[in-house]
């Protein structure tokens, strides 16, 4: 790591499309089998395990959605949905609660200028705001750090847009901040808590407080969870094949739709 005041570049690190490889996640657990739905949103109300020791869980119909009855059974189900993951909880242990964390961008045309991601040296609350370059010709500066009670609101808030900028012609003086392209935000699911928080009870897998960096990690977490899925599940099929495991996500562009999607996968 090369120190400079207020700043660092680590030599090596990579810049990744978070939304690409959430889908290539996706079409990775099709290709395995899996089957993905969405705007299927739970109703704790129906949702229970029964007595056989398999989970129901129901869809949730609503007027906005128009969404037709549809129950999934599982032997587990995984709670990974993010921002909403103590909702879901509903009356299973839950041991944290969901500080939603905004992170605002503001993103240039200035690809050249910079090579490497710049990075503050990190806090025990934030990484800092990093400076780096996208795949798609563009420089980004961002993100703020600010908790906030709502777990959808993404406006642009003016003041950090101008404090962004600020930030970025310290850092690199020569961009043109006539190159700007855009802003965009993103919300954390952020907890009282500072690690992940990934927990098991009754054949329900809950994994909570997992921010920025669980895309680092995802692979770590992901054989985490399958370690702790195996003995739940077991090689037995059941007689009315239903699923393996129920995996509750949070879909790409759920922004639009505000609606947990759930993924089952057989």
Not at 54 to 69: A, G, L, P, Y
Not at 179 to 208: L, M, N
Request: proline residues 8%; hydrophobic residues 35%.
């Amino acid at each position: 790591m090369t120190n400079a005041p207020e700043r660092s570049i680590i030599p090596g690190e990579m810049v990744v499309d978070p939304w690409l490889f959430s889908i290539a996640l996706a079409v990775h657990a099709k290709q395995n089998g899996a089957t993905i739905f969405t705007q299927f949103e739970m109703d704790p109300a129906k949702s229970a395990m029964g007595e056989d020791g398999f989970w129901t869980i129901q869809r949730k119909q609503t007027d906005e959605t128009n969404t037709k009855s549809m129950a999934l059974r599982g032997k587990t189900v995984v709670n990974a949905t993010g921002l909403w993951t103590d909702l879901v909880q509903a009356d299973k242990p839950c041991h944290w609660t969901t500080q939603p964390r905004r992170g605002q961008y503001r993103i240039y045309s200035s690809n050249t200028l910079v090579t490497r991601p710049i990075q503050p040296v990190p806090s025990p609350q934030t990484k800092g705001i990093f400076v780096f370059s996208t795949l798609y010709d563009q420089l980004v500066v961002g993100p703020r750090a600010l908790d906030q009670p709502s777990r959808e609101d993404c406006s642009v808030n003016p003041s950090v847009s101008a404090a962004l900028e600020q930030h970025l012609l310290r850092i690199v003086p020569q961009v043109d901040p006539l190159s700007y392209r855009g802003d965009y935000v993103g919300i954390r699911p952020g907890t009282e808590h500072c690690d992940y928080q990934i927990s098991v009870s009754q054949k329900w897998i809950a994994c909570a407080s997992i921010r920025s960096t669980g895309l680092t990690a995802s692979l770590g977490i992901g054989r985490y969870v399958t370690q702790l899925l195996e003995p739940l599940v077991g090689s037995s099929h059941s007689p009315d094949n239903s699923n393996h495991a129920i995996a509750l996500s949070f879909p790409v562009g759920a922004r639009l739709s505000s609606t947990p999607g759930w993924y089952g996968a057989n």
